[in-house]
């Protein structure tokens, strides 16, 4: 089971590139690299997912370094609304939800 | 509405209650997933079902018994809860237990036990 470790939180305010890496340095090679955010009450919402080098969607970039033991998320101009958990996860079949990252955005 | 969907919303039981929590999902997902979310702490996995075969049981009490009747909901049944037991349940989907994307979550049933 890949374990990662990330930040516990990070502070920011509106308009900024939030970048949170998350390791994962025993990441075996059927992984992919997921990543999803969660608001209070709610349940975690898939962001982006990679196995190697860069993935973009409309939401995030996520860059993966060759040796993939790392990866970072890159939420561009973030707005209040990005405050939320982070969370990484190098699982290839079994969802384990680490503490994440908990992200606020100030104005 | 992010097509798995929980009900109810929010449960208030006592400890000699019986309650169950039902998920529902119309993705066409072939496994479905229990969390529990306590205060502050990670979501911790309960309960796989792939293809309505219960696959994984994370050493979960008694107390908690789940229920896959098809591939499209999940139940959770609940009996003589203690106050530990008060968190966000979460239900979760995805397609394939063995494919590692797209896991689609509901917004969770906040229990309370009183």
């Known amino acids: 089971l890949a374990k990662t470790t990330q930040p516990i939180s990070m502070d920011s305010y509106e308009g900024q590139e939030v970048n949170i890496t998350c390791s994962h340095n025993?990441?075996?090679?059927?992984?992919?690299i997921t990543w999803y955010q969660q608001f209070p009450s709610q349940g975690p919402r898939f962001i982006i997912q990679g196995y190697k080098t860069k993935v973009t969607n409309e939401v995030a970039s996520l860059f993966i370094p060759a040796d993939r033991k790392s990866s970072t998320l890159s939420l561009p101009r973030v707005s209040l609304s990005d405050t939320a958990v982070y969370y990484c996860l190098v699982d290839d079949y079994k969802l384990s939800f680490g503490a994440g990252t908990t992200v606020t955005v100030r104005a | 509405e992010t097509g798995v969907t929980q009900t109810p919303r929010h449960l208030v039981m006592g400890m000699t209650n019986k309650k169950s929590l039902k998920c529902e999902q119309h993705l066409g997902h072939n496994a479905m997933y229990w969390y529990k979310q306590s205060a502050k702490k990670p979501l911790e996995l309960m309960f796989v079902y792939s293809l309505e075969e219960r696959v994984e049981n994370n050493s979960v009490p008694s107390r908690f018994s789940p229920e896959c009747p098809n591939s499209s909901h999940l139940f959770l049944h609940l009996h003589t809860l203690q106050p530990e037991d008060s968190a966000l349940y979460l239900c979760?989907?995805?397609?394939?237990?063995?494919?590692?994307?797209?896991?689609?979550f509901g917004s969770g049933t906040r229990l309370t036990v009183v």
């Open positions: 979760a989907s995805s397609q394939d237990q063995q494919v590692h994307y797209g896991y689609t």
């Open positions: 025993n990441i075996a090679t059927n992984d992919y």
